[in-house]
């Protein structure tokens, strides 16, 4: 079994699907603002529904990323909201299929389960068009989101109790 961790942040996303690739572009700029340090474990996956429970089960918290679609706001914008808010959220993204699921079935199963989830989206123009390129808005937010997981980490550190772990030497 793998050694606990305070935060996951886990991007989601297909980086064959334009617009869809922005949870891994975001996971990964936060990973490079996040490297060495011992409180965070970042991780990309194309998974989606009950896959998921392999990545996240263990964690205290989890920060996820992904591409949402709500046709209210203009690509670019990032959004933010906590998993209970997932319900009833009409998501183009089919990675959000199923997380507040997953997250639940996790729970009843007696699984030990992030007690404190935060999702970071981004306002997409394209997720499913087949090719390598994010649309320029989207492209344009992936630095915004990764600086603001970033914050949620060390925020979420700081609400348990501890402060952000220094880089390692």
Not at 4 to 15: H, I, P, Q, Y
Not at 61 to 83: M, N, W
Not at 132 to 161: I, Y
Request: hydrophobic residues 50%; proline residues 5%.
């Amino acid at each position: 079994m793998r050694e606990l961790s305070r935060v996951l942040v886990l991007g989601l996303g297909n980086d064959m699907l334009t617009d869809d690739a922005v949870g891994l572009h975001v996971a990964r700029a936060a990973g490079a603002r996040l490297a060495g340090r011992t409180d965070a474990v970042v991780r990309e996956t194309m998974e989606m529904g009950l896959a998921l429970l392999d990545e996240i089960v263990g964690f205290e918290s989890l920060v996820v990323v992904d591409a949402i679609q709500t046709g209210r706001a203009p690509a670019g914008r990032i959004h933010e909201f906590g998993s209970g808010e997932l319900e009833g959220r009409r998501l183009s993204a089919p990675h959000f299929l199923g997380v507040g699921e997953t997250l639940f079935l996790g729970g009843r199963l007696g699984l030990p389960m992030p007690r404190r989830v935060r999702v970071v989206a981004v306002e997409v123009e394209d997720p499913f068009t087949l090719g390598k390129g994010m649309t320029a808005a989207v492209e344009a937010a992936v630095q915004d989101a990764a600086a603001r997981v970033v914050g949620l980490v060390d925020e979420l550190c700081a609400s348990a109790g501890a402060a952000p772990a220094a880089p390692a030497p």
